[in-house]
């Protein structure tokens, strides 16, 4: 390696590894302030999450009633039990196993399945409309493509099972790493990275028509 090489190398190291401690320090700061309760946390928490949040429930749920219903109860939640955070994983990947448990309790509670069959497979029926939501900071899908690209992307997704479509928009909408999705879909790595390139397959001709490609490790 040259000189100028082992130097771009060192820093880096030294860039990822502030931004790291930068995002460790944030997220013990969130959960001192939510054991404490302080005043507007929550506030700022909402205006922060409230897009991906939403987007999230949206494709679990594939209704924008029943999103909005759940997307209040997660915040109410995250109230009533912030203290239980302790500010070791990110915020974010707490926050969405909150939502996830949240939809596995609704459909367990309708349909009387288990919960592994809660996340696997759908019918036609089952398969989510199409939706939008507005949101400032674009994910790493729509940084992928944009405007007919980015539609027939979304438009993939929507066609994939719900085990896959999960997965593929923790990674690339909402930017979780392999770990952090394993932590919320509270399955194996192994299995999530099966999903993962399941999706991607299924979604492979889409994604090839794109001039970006995705990178996808965790």
């Known amino acids: 390696m040259s000189t100028l090489a082992h130097v771009q190398s060192i820093f880096t190291r030294s860039s990822v590894n502030a931004e790291q401690e930068a995002v460790r320090q944030e997220n013990l700061a969130i959960a001192a302030g939510l054991k404490r309760q302080e005043a507007g946390l929550l506030d700022?928490?909402?205006?922060?999450?409230?897009?991906?949040?939403?987007?999230?429930?949206?494709?679990?749920?594939?209704?924008?009633?029943?999103?909005?219903?759940?997307?209040?109860?997660?915040?109410?939640?995250?109230?009533?039990?912030?203290?239980?955070?302790?500010?070791k994983a990110r915020f974010d990947t707490w926050l969405f196993t909150i939502a996830r448990n949240l939809v596995i309790d609704y459909r367990r509670k309708r349909t009387l399945a288990s919960l592994d069959e809660l996340f696997e497979g759908s019918s036609e029926d089952d398969r989510p409309m199409s939706f939008e939501v507005a949101d400032e900071q674009p994910s790493p899908f729509d940084r992928l493509s944009s405007g007919e690209d980015r539609e027939r992307v979304s438009e993939a997704l929507l066609e994939l099972d719900t085990v896959y479509r999960e997965v593929l928009v923790l990674r690339f909408h909402e930017d979780l790493s392999l770990q952090e999705i394993a932590t919320v879909t509270r399955a194996p790595l192994s299995t999530v990275k099966s999903r993962l390139y399941r999706g991607l397959a299924a979604i492979k001709p889409t994604l090839e028509a794109s001039a970006r490609p995705v990178e996808v490790a965790g």
């Open 44 to 87: 700022e928490l909402i205006v922060r999450y409230q897009h991906r949040l939403l987007r999230y429930l949206l494709f679990l749920t594939s209704s924008r009633e029943l999103a909005e219903d759940l997307f209040q109860e997660v915040w109410m939640r995250v109230l009533m039990r912030g203290a239980q955070y302790n500010g």
